[in-house]
């Protein structure tokens, strides 16, 4: 490749000039944020593999973590008490069985006999050395020349469709490879030296360099450490921005004192506010007296009456004569609020109306119009509220349950339709208080830290899937008793490795069989939206005993009767998550259960996970060990907040460092700009790259 007429690679080179990239492999990765050679340096490897441990399969150890590389002799689906792939590999005359317990379709296409793996993991001894769910890259003969080279190198992170096109992890790492040996530019390091050193941070060129082909195991988390920094001082820059944006702002909507309406309202319900909620209710309030709009989170625990406050906060919009929009994420949840606050809301003259895809055409215009003319206060809605067709006579109040939910567009495409509205965006999933501080550092917080009087404690517990038999009993007893019962099933993604108990086939199998005697049925995200209603109308007046689900009921449903869980797959679940399903039962009389079926095999950080489910009922300290346990992948609730991806950033253990970038952009951002201050370099690449990679948390 040297011999190739090549231009001088630099930085924002696009990744076209990079030998084996054609045109079509640059649109592919493009889609995946990958442009110029830049970009390609911050796709972080997602594994090692680390030639200088391979081990021969003679010499394996078992309970050992290694590496192996070995030919294909046999592969093929082994039937049995679980359904499992078996690839054997062998290398000089030793064979060792690699397994595979979901994904089978996927594994069945992939190997074929002769290929040569490479396959890492804890090798175990059953009738024969095994390991189960290896790393795997598959290797071409001997030419992968760096394999045999003895180095570490990177495995990328790979989809089917990458993989179809020609950019396995292998390719990617040719293109990698090529970058650095034909990079003829240094790669500039926007952090002054002495903020690097006081955490003992490596260069951003060392760090960027070593990601990738690390010279020893131990300089990963170095490097790992140092990109975190840059992507939380990123991260920063984007909330820091906002909350100036928003302290400029001007309100065009007074309020006056309380009225009548409010005491009338408080005093019809069946329950005493929390202090709690009293307390949030006068922080809310507080701010709409103030200069600028609000823009409050208010987050609370799953059950802790956050409903209410908003309640509160729309009735006395209304009588300031100013509209509310208040917009949840899923029909269910819409026509709920609805239902059950129109009525005492209408008692008192303020007209409530319901706006959601499902209502038919003629029935939508004629809510838009109402809207339009003044002749609603408060509009409940799904994401039908953002159209275009709706519009407001005075929008003063902008309330987004589960905010989580929403994506940063949506959420300001709803605000764009006041004139600089008071926003209050709610959220369920606890947030573990250093972090809300960074995370939502854009909006003032309030918190719900007590669940009304009278709630029973819910008994958690975890089981294999061997207790089966014993929960359907469990669950026909609770029947036959008068309770009712949701089955979780995990949300089945469009992915061709994961083969996972799903919703549709346990419901035809438990209705012949194991649960026939009760009246079952179920809902998941197909499910079309008047058939769901209906099914979960039907639920909450007892005509359904048993409630077979995805993950659509996570948020909102009241069903105060519901006094079982099963959780299918729950190892699958993050800590956050599995806590906000939960909340779904333990909301009336009975004594409440949830049993987490977790399906082998299990890590031990979802062990440890499943475990901690079951001994902490505390939304708060279960965000904190979410933070801490969480596997890989996002970070629950974080995914639509529309704040850079971090792929480097851990906020467990970079928790100091989320602390420092904190502080260092909000010094920069209130600092005046000047050309000879250190910092100026920073600010500066801050701008750029905010800019360069359109990072913006909008209006709302
Ligand atoms: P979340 O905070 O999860 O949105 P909700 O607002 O749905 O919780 O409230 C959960 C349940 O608790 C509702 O049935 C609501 O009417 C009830 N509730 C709210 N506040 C109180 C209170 N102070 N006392 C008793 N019940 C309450
Ligand atoms: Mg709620």
């Not at 199998?509 to 499910?527: I, Y």
Request: aromatic share 8%.
């Amino acid at each position: 490749m040297q011999n190739c007429v090549m231009p001088d690679l630099r930085l924002n080179s696009p990744l076209q000039y990079v030998k084996g990239v054609g045109p079509r492999k640059a649109e592919l990765l493009a889609k995946y944020g990958l442009k110029s050679v830049h970009d390609m340096l911050l796709y972080f490897p997602r594994e090692y593999l680390d030639r200088t441990s391979v081990v021969p399969i003679s010499e394996l150890k078992t309970d050992q973590p290694a590496t192996i590389i070995g030919v294909v002799k046999a592969h093929g689906i082994l039937y049995g008490k679980r359904r499992r792939y078996e690839v054997i590999l062998e290398d000089q005359g030793s064979a060792i069985s690699l397994l595979f317990f979901s994904g089978i379709k996927y594994w069945e296409r992939l190997f074929k006999k002769g290929q040569v793996f490479a396959a890492s993991g804890t090798v175990t001894y059953f009738q024969g050395y095994q390991i189960i769910h290896p790393d795997l890259e598959r290797l071409e003969d001997d030419t992968d020349k760096m394999v045999h080279a003895g180095r570490i190198i990177p495995v990328y992170p790979q989809t089917a469709e990458l993989t179809k096109m020609g950019l396995s992890s292998k390719s990617i790492r040719r293109i990698t490879s090529f970058i650095f040996e034909h990079l003829k530019e240094k790669i500039d390091d926007p952090v002054p030296p002495e903020n690097c050193s006081k955490f003992s941070l490596l260069s951003l060129d060392h760090a960027i360099r070593q990601i990738h082909y690390p010279d020893d195991r131990t300089i990963i988390e170095k490097c790992r450490r140092r990109l975190a920094f840059d992507e939380l001082l990123e991260l920063q820059y984007v909330i820091i921005q906002s909350k100036l944006t928003k302290s400029k702002l001007t309100r065009s909507c007074t309020f006056g004192e309380p009225a009548e309406r409010l005491s009338q309202f408080k005093e019809d319900l069946s329950f005493e506010l929390t202090a709690a909620q009293k307390r949030v209710i006068r922080e809310i309030f507080d701010d709409l007296h103030r200069e600028q709009p609000m823009s409050r989170l208010l987050h609370g625990d799953v059950g802790s009456g956050k409903t209410i406050v908003a309640i509160i906060a729309a009735l006395f919009a209304s009588e300031n004569n100013l509209q509310t929009a208040f917009m949840a994420p899923t029909e269910i949840l819409a026509a709920q609020h609805y239902r059950n606050w129109s009525e005492p809301l209408e008692k008192l003259g303020v007209r409530c109306g319901l706006l959601t895809s499902s209502i038919g055409a003629k029935k939508k215009r004629e809510v838009a119009q109402l809207c339009a003319d003044g002749e609603i206060d408060i509009l409940f809605g799904t994401h039908a509220l953002i159209y275009d067709y709706v519009a407001f006579e005075k929008l003063g109040l902008v309330i987004i349950d589960e905010q989580h939910r929403f994506g940063v567009e949506q959420r300001g495409r709803l605000f764009a339709k006041g004139n600089n509205p008071d926003l209050l965006v709610m959220t369920a999933t606890p947030i573990p208080r250093t972090l809300a501080l960074t995370v939502y550092g854009d909006l003032d917080i309030s918190t719900i830290d007590e669940l009304p009087p009278g709630r029973k404690p819910i008994r958690t517990v975890w089981r294999s899937e061997d207790a089966r038999p014993k929960v359907y009993e469990f669950i026909k007893d609770e029947v036959k008793s008068g309770g009712q019962v949701y089955v979780l099933y995990p949300l089945i993604e469009k992915s061709e490795r994961v083969e996972l108990e799903n919703v549709e086939d346990a419901f035809e199998q438990l209705s012949k069989n194991e649960l026939k005697e009760v009246r079952l049925a179920m809902v998941h995200g197909r499910t079309k939206t008047a058939e769901r209603d209906e099914i979960l109308k039907r639920f909450r007046d007892g005509e359904i005993d048993v409630l077979l689900a995805t993950t659509v009921i996570e948020v909102g449903i009241d069903n105060p009767n519901a006094s079982i869980m099963m959780i299918e797959h729950a190892e699958r679940f993050g800590l956050a998550q599995l806590h906000q399903l939960r909340g779904r039962v333990g909301r009336g009389e009975r004594k409440s259960t949830v049993i987490a079926i977790a399906h082998y095999p299990l890590s031990d950080i979802a062990k440890k996970r499943l475990q901690y489910f079951c001994d902490s009922d505390d939304g708060f300290s279960i965000a904190e060990a979410d933070l801490e346990l969480r596997g890989p992948g996002e970070i629950y609730g974080l995914k639509q907040s529309g704040l850079p991806e971090l792929r480097a950033a851990n906020f467990w253990k970079d928790r100091d460092l989320l602390e420092e970038s904190r502080k260092i952009v909000s010094r920069l951002s209130e600092s005046q700009n000047r050309l000879d201050s250190p910092d100026q370099k920073l600010y500066n690449w801050l701008i750029e790259n905010a800019k360069r990679r359109n990072l913006s948390l909008g209006g709302g």
